[in-house]
């Protein structure tokens, strides 16, 4: 595999695939925004510090590379509505500055990083790569219009491109709403869920990574984005009641019904709309704690040979313990 360009480097996601990649032998030009964020694993590897932003810099790391996995971007968070414009500005026009030195630079084989929020926010049944796009948050909208700049690209200049349609993806980190779900669920915050129907794909660090490495592999693609997740999706109360019990906690002698935690849910939003500051359950929490988020990754298995082997049940103990190490070092 020729030299390998990883944009956001430093994160979750990009700090994993770099060390796969250098376990493997690759050699991996690493761009990171804030070299203080550089972590142990991305020490072994040429990093350069940019703004996906600044088009000539983009273009001076890309000379010299033969692949790109860009997974750089403003993420979306639970309590983030965000401006659409810096949306816009990192999420489309970066992945833009991307493309372009691609091209400059005689790149040719790219990998994007996008997300299942493409399809909207909740879904109806198990959607795959039929289901048109309608997304409906500025940071959907970023993903899709990203998406489709990639395509563009891949058609008009020949580039073997491809985008992966992630849905959350967990493992040990502190960063996203797991985390502070595994706290607020260890301190007593978080309410005892009633048994939900919901259910709710999710992909581990460790899956991901093996879809991004086989796509750089790839000598083509059949189609222009994958979805990728875990073999299953996961039932919302299972969910919990696994974190539970990770965390030692006893089986519950009674659920919250449901009514009770929508009621509170709009509670909470009448209470943010009076004192303007976040409140701990609102209605838009609510939904996407309980709303359904249901993907296949059929495509990406029939068509790339993706076999995930990591699953959430199986990755509790090592949640757990990243958490209560993150808890002692008060970190």
């Known amino acids: 595999m020729t030299k ?31 070299a203080r964020l550089v972590t142990s694993c991305l020490g072994e590897v040429e990093i350069v510090v940019a703004d996906i932003c600044d088009l000539k810099k983009i273009r001076e790391i890309a000379a010299g590379c033969g692949a790109i996995v860009h997974l750089a971007a403003k993420v979306h968070a639970i309590d983030d509505s965000g401006a659409e414009k810096d949306y816009e500005a990192i999420n489309i026009e970066g992945t833009r500055h991307i493309l372009d030195a691609a091209v400059a630079s005689g790149i040719g084989h790219l990998v994007f990083a996008s997300s299942v929020k493409v399809f909207g926010e909740e879904t109806k049944g198990c959607i795959d790569e039929s289901q048109i796009p309608d997304p409906q948050t500025p940071y959907g909208r970023s993903k899709w219009k990203a998406e489709q700049l990639v395509s563009e ?7 073997t491109a491809v985008s992966l349609r992630l849905p959350m993806v967990y493992g040990p980190t502190k960063k996203g709403n797991l985390y502070r779900m595994i706290e607020a669920i260890d301190h007593g915050r978080f309410p005892i869920l009633p048994r939900l129907s919901a259910v709710r794909s999710l992909l581990h660090i460790r899956n991901f990574v093996q879809a991004a490495v086989l796509c750089l592999r790839a000598p083509c693609f059949k189609r222009a984005a994958y979805i990728v997740t875990d073999t299953e999706p996961y039932c919302v109360t299972d969910l919990y009641d696994w974190l539970r019990a990770g965390l030692g906690k006893p089986d519950p002698r009674w659920r919250v019904p449901l009514w009770i935690l ?28 309980i709303g359904s988020a249901w993907y296949s990754s059929a495509a990406i298995t029939s068509e790339l040979d993706y076999r995930p082997t990591y699953s959430f049940e199986k990755a509790v103990p090592e949640l757990i313990a990243f958490y209560r190490d993150a808890a002692r070092a008060g970190c």
């Open 153 to 159: 690209y891949a058609g008009r200049h020949g580039l």
């Open 4 to 34: 390998v360009l990883v944009t956001g480097a430093a994160g979750f996601l990009g700090s994993s695939l770099v060390e796969e990649l250098c376990r493997s032998g690759c050699q991996v030009r690493a761009v990171v925004h804030d």
């Open 262 to 289: 929508k009621s509170g849910a709009r509670c909470g939003d009448a209470l943010q709309a009076i004192s303007g500051s976040p409140a701990p359950l609102t209605t838009e929490h609510m939904t996407k704690l």
